[in-house]
């Protein structure tokens, strides 16, 4: 089995900062993309930024240049370092994985973390 565990949020006044983290456990064989996205209560979940396993990130507009995502592959860890927040950051954040099993890396499964509050409030 295969378990992604959050950690890192909190609460923050405006214009702070928060780092994320979310690692990945169990049977894994090889990591493709990691993934952070955010949801808001009534709302879809959207992709806040992605880290490809070729080292590509991209970002959703409302944070490019204030979010950074990163990985440890060593690690099966990802990462969001968050700067310059704004209250509607405020929302619940999860990561997602792209996982292979077996060195067929054939199928790819998908995981989720169980999220983690981040409230941006003075």
């Known amino acids: 089995q295969v378990q992604l565990v959050e950690s890192g949020g909190g609460l923050v006044q405006p214009g702070g900062s928060l780092r994320l983290s979310c690692a990945a456990s169990?049977?894994?064989?090889?990591?493709?993309?990691m993934a952070w996205y955010r949801q808001a209560p009534g709302m879809q979940r959207e992709l806040v930024a992605v880290?490809?396993?070729?080292?590509?990130?991209d970002y959703a507009d409302s944070v490019k240049g204030r979010f950074t995502i990163s990985r440890d592959n060593a690690k099966k860890t990802v990462y969001l370092q968050m700067n310059s927040l704004k209250p509607e950051d405020t929302t619940v954040y999860y990561c997602?994985?792209?996982?292979?099993?077996?060195?067929?890396?054939?199928?790819?499964?998908?995981?989720w973390g169980q999220g983690t509050q981040v409230t941006v409030s003075s």
């Open positions: 997602k994985m792209i996982i292979t099993k077996t060195p067929a890396n054939t199928p790819r499964y998908q995981y």
């Open positions: 169990g049977s894994i064989f090889n990591i493709y993309d």
């Open positions: 880290a490809s396993a070729g080292g590509t990130a």
